[in-house]
């Protein structure tokens, strides 16, 4: 068990190694940032060459991806060249806007999905099935721009049930600032929520659905009918738990996804999240943040997919006592 | 077991007629079919695949799929048409009244959760208002009745830390959580080994008079049903052929197909091989006299101190666990042009034995050498060159067949990667069809096309046009029904014997390699147990385990 773990730390240090430098030599090769800290329109070549300098853009790059790495492992990602605040403290003052944006998605979607996948699942051909296949070609090729909009003239601009953009107020908790504890921040989360979720409800459906009506057709499943239980026991005690490996792991994807890449969608609600963290620090150049919240969402991968391998032995005897 | 038949029957089918719509169209599964079942009676229905034995037991279920439809004809439980039940009726007869066990026992449990807690279940659904803890005693009740050691201790294991005889014995736990009146039994035996089968049999024939349950034995093997069955009925393609009691059925069938089901069942032979002589039966080869002469001469294939250990897969990045040995120290010879059998059971490395033979799987240790040279078992890919040698024959030929090819672009590949040995000619895929008794049109169809019997006739096609000099098959025929069983054991001795091909034959049917083999090894547990010339094993052998192996046979089938 310790071997197993020395072996799965090390290849997660490995993998932080490899992206370290892919996104090092990425944000460089894009341009220098240099133009973006200084005034470009009253700058002087003296001020330029100062700032090159201040930033030590001057050295050699294998240079500066040396000193980054030192600094790295004494914990200091540098300071944000736009916000001149340290790099690590500015993405994780971010965190939490953007777990609970996710985490409500995910709990919108897990439960919704599986449920309409095991009942389209039960009855291949019936009308669930028919219903939740063809919602879920609707529900995943719709661009999530288009689905973000109709939401808000749905429910914001028509209805007027929930703010159409923004996070609601927060509270201090645990040392970071939520907003799911306020009725208000509630509403604010509810539209973008529901955007991030409706696609992630199809995909579930979808694998759940051909889970449930792979395992509904096996003789275990057969024997239960047989041995006299009622058909909702058998699909929530017996099918959901058989289908629930793939779930879970399309979950674990899904969630590290949404914590990294939901730009479109925290952009329209102007949601003040870690997507659209490292889409302006792309586009304004600022390496340190943009390392930064790299190396954040690489270590959310890398503990999702430990969490997916700990539910399977969880889940399955046969992983958790061989 | 008697009854009195002037009672009604438990269960009375009359008349019943399915039909089964398919892409191709409709298709009559069972044509009307009647039968009776009386309390405490184990009735066998009998049959080869596609008798309808098993759509009949899912038609007493209530559990047919929707393509079935009934045609006419009705069921009848304790004078009530069971076809007018609706699924709320159902909730009331399956479990409580009506139970089942399946042939896999591997499959009929949910793996996910412990063997307690799915028979708790049961018994609380078949059980109105029975307490927890009631349901729980009841549980390790029955689990201890059907033969489960430290039941209490075992409750929460899981399926997989089971035997298989052991999982079996749960889902017979299961079936009688209810207190039903009937239990369909669908092969309940077939996936188990022939020691295990026995004990699990009587284990039924035990409850059955112990409780008066009735069961219906859907059944392809006659061992089973001259073990424990009252009467049979032996149905073929739909209809019931003849049914009676079992022991007169038996010594006098009256109908054909009875008959040859009858004599396809191979029969194993304990008394001296000279009465047989005697008798006038097909000698084996190679004949006593060529076996005599060979004796001096250095075996085709030594395979000797073979050791194997699997490692079990664990979860990805997980180190590899500390495995079990599959084979230990194991020395297998085979002799030019005879067939030597390898017997045993599950899990006794017979199949891994042949696999490293044939370069499929590599082993930690042993030498193997074919024909004088010396190939290296530790790599796999180092076996080049054992392609024209060794050829193999797979247990089922419905996955070992490439879906996607036609029959005759599988059996040409076979021919041009196959040896030419000097001297003699490229072997003819038509010519080969016509030996082994199969249709040229058949060249162009594929696999799924095919009956089990032809893909398997096909299968020893591809293995004899790469000319081999040894062919290695794995139960080439467990997977067949018995009357093909024969026909393809009888082309398997023909052909081989002819072209001089060395055969290892692997199976844990006695009969059969006693009929095909010269030499026999008996497997146990990765060690070989017993071995000698067949005919000395079976009449004189005095090793303890041999005589189980064939104490489990069923006595009708053994003289």
């Known amino acids: 068990m310790t071997s197993a773990i020395v072996g799965r730390l090390s290849q997660a240090l490995l993998v932080l190694l490899a992206l370290s430098v892919i996104g090092f030599t990425g944000i460089h090769s894009v341009g220098n940032p240099v133009y973006n800290v200084v005034n470009i329109e009253t700058a002087t070549a003296e001020d330029i060459r100062n700032a090159t300098i201040a930033l030590g853009l001057d050295q050699p790059l294998w240079w500066q991806y040396c000193r980054f790495m030192s600094n790295v492992l004494a914990g200091n990602f540098g300071t944000s060249y736009i916000y001149h605040l340290p790099a690590f403290a500015l993405v994780m003052s971010k965190v939490p806007a953007t777990l609970e944006l996710a985490t409500t998605a995910m709990l919108i979607a897990a439960p919704c999905g599986t449920l309409l996948g095991l009942l389209a699942g039960r009855r291949q051909g019936g009308w669930i099935d028919r219903a939740v296949l063809k919602a879920s070609v609707f529900a995943l090729s719709i661009p999530s721009f288009w689905l973000s909009m109709v939401l808000i003239l749905l429910g914001a601009v028509a209805m007027g049930w929930f703010p159409s953009s923004g996070r609601g107020p927060t509270v201090l908790l645990m040392g970071q600032e939520w907003s799911f504890t306020t009725l208000d921040g509630l509403r604010h989360l509810a539209l973008p929520a529901l955007t991030l979720a409706i696609p992630n409800v199809a995909l579930i459906a979808r694998l759940a659905r051909a889970g449930t009506a792979e395992v509904e057709n096996q003789d275990f499943v057969r024997f239960c009918r047989a041995k006299g239980l009622s058909s909702r026991r058998i699909l929530f005690r017996h099918t959901l738990p058989n289908i629930s490996i793939p779930i879970v792991t399309m979950i674990g994807m899904q969630f590290g996804g949404m914590l990294a890449f939901a730009v479109v969608v925290e952009t329209i609600f102007a949601w003040p999240g870690i997507g659209k963290l490292l889409i302006d620090s792309i586009q304004l150049l600022d390496r340190p943040v943009v390392m930064a919240t790299l190396t954040f969402v690489s270590v959310a991968f890398i503990g999702l997919n430990a969490l997916v391998d700990l539910f399977y032995a969880v889940l399955d005897p046969r992983v958790r006592l061989s | 077991m008697t009854h009195d038949s002037a009672l009604a029957p438990l269960l009375a089918v009359r008349n019943l007629t399915l039909k089964h719509r398919g892409e191709s169209g409709a298709a009559t599964i069972l044509q009307d079919v009647s039968l009776d079942l009386h309390r405490g009676e184990v009735l066998g229905l009998i049959g080869e695949s596609g008798a309808g034995k098993s759509t009949l037991g899912n038609a007493i279920l209530g559990l047919l799929p929707a393509e079935f439809d009934r045609m006419g004809g009705t069921i009848l439980f304790d004078g009530e048409a069971l076809d007018a039940a609706d699924s709320r009726s159902w909730g009331r007869i399956r479990g409580r009244r009506i139970s089942a066990i399946f042939q896999d026992h591997t499959a009929s449990l949910d793996p996910l959760m412990a063997v307690g807690p799915q028979l708790e279940e049961t018994i609380r659904a078949t059980n109105d208002g029975i307490s927890r803890q009631d349901a729980r005693i009841r549980a390790i009740d029955l689990l201890i009745r059907v033969g489960i050691p430290d039941a209490g201790e075992r409750y929460h294991s899981y399926p997989h830390q089971f035997s298989g005889g052991q999982r079996q014995r749960v889902v017979i736990a299961i079936a009688l959580a209810g207190s039903p009146d009937i239990i369909i039994a669908d092969e309940p035996t077939s996936a188990l080994d022939a020691t295990v089968q026995k004990q699990i049999l009587n284990l039924l024939r035990e409850l059955v008079d112990e409780t008066r349950v009735s069961i219906v034995l859907v059944t392809h093997d006659m061992g089973v049903v001259s073990d424990i069955t009252d009467r049979v009925v032996v149905m073929r393609h739909g209809r019931v052929v003849e049914h009676g009691v079992t022991s007169s059925l038996l010594d006098a069938p009256r109908e054909p197909y009875t008959r040859s089901l009858l004599a396809a069942v191979p029969r194993l032979r304990l008394s001296d091989p000279e009465t047989r002589q005697e008798a006038g039966e097909n000698p084996k080869s190679p004949q006593p006299q060529a076996r005599h002469e060979l004796a001096g001469t250095p075996p085709i294939l030594l395979a000797s101190g073979i050791k194997k250990t699997f490692h079990r897969r664990s979860l990805a990045w997980f180190p ?176 081989v014997t002819e072209r001089g091909i060395a055969m290892l034959f692997i199976s844990h049917d006695l009969a059969l390699v006693q009929q095909l083999c010269s030499a026999i090894y008996i497997f146990k547990d990765g060690k070989i147990e017993d071995k000698g010339p067949a005919d000395f094993i079976f009449a004189h052998s005095r090793n303890p385990y041999t005589r189980t192996l064939i104490d489990a046979r069923p006595r009708r089938f053994t003289h």
């Open chain 2, 320 to 495: 590899k666990g500390h495995g079990k040995p599959a084979l230990q120290d194991v020395t297998v010879a085979l002799e030019h042009g005879g067939i030597t059998g390898i017997v045993g059971e599950s899990g006794s490395g017979k199949s891994t034995m042949g696999r490293i033979i044939a370069g499929l799987e590599t082993a930690g240790d042993g030498t193997l050498e074919i024909d004088g040279t010396a190939f290296d078992i530790a790599r796999s890919g180092a076996r080049n060159g054992l392609l024209g040698k060794v050829q193999m024959i797979f247990q089922d030929p419905a996955v070992s067949l490439n879906p996607r090819m036609s029959v005759g672009a599988t059996l040409q590949e076979s021919v041009r990667f196959g040896t030419v040995r000097p001297g003699s000619e490229r072997p003819d895929v038509a010519t080969m069809m016509d030996r082994l008794g199969l249709a040229r049109s058949l060249l162009a169809r594929y696999p799924h096309q095919l009956s089990g019997g032809q893909k398997q006739r096909i299968c020893i096609a591809r293995a004899l046009l790469a000319s081999p000099r040894i062919i290695v098959a794995d139960e080439p025929t467990s997977a067949l029904d018995v009357s093909v069983q024969a026909e393809i054991v009888a082309l398997l001795r023909e052909n």
